[in-house]
C-alpha cells in the first residue's frame, strides 16, 4: 500500500484545498492518507470528500485527531472510505481465479 502522511504540518483548509485538487489529479498514486492534526475545518473536510469521490483508490483515511470537523464531513469522509473499501474488494474479487 503506498501512503501518504502530511500528520502534524497545520495546513488547515487552504493545504486541505490544495491536496483535494492533488487527490483529484493523481488517482493511482496512493491508497492511504494521514492528515490527522493539521486544523483542518468543516471547509477544507468538504474539498477532502469531493476529491475523494474522484479517486477511488484511497481505502484508508486518518484525519479524525487534530482538525475541526463537523459530525455531519466526519461522517460523509468514513462512508467515501468504506465505498473504496467496497470497490477495492469488488476489483480483487472479480480478478480472483475461480
Not at 501512503?3 to 483548509?13: F, V
Amino acid at each position: 500500500m503506498i501512503q501518504m502522511s502530511l500528520r502534524i504540518n497545520k495546513i488547515g483548509d487552504k493545504g486541505a484545498e490544495a491536496l483535494s485538487a492533488f487527490i483529484s489529479k493523481n488517482e493511482r498514486q496512493f491508497e492511504s492518507l494521514e492528515i490527522s492534526r493539521n486544523e483542518i475545518s468543516h471547509i477544507g473536510g468538504a474539498k477532502i470528500l469531493e476529491a475523494m469521490k474522484k479517486n477511488t483508490r484511497i481505502s484508508q483515511l486518518l484525519i479524525d485527531f487534530g482538525n475541526k470537523l463537523t459530525p455531519r464531513i466526519a461522517k460523509k469522509l468514513e462512508d467515501e472510505v468504506r465505498a473504496n473499501q467496497n470497490i477495492s474488494l469488488m476489483v480483487k474479487t472479480a480478478l480472483s481465479p475461480d
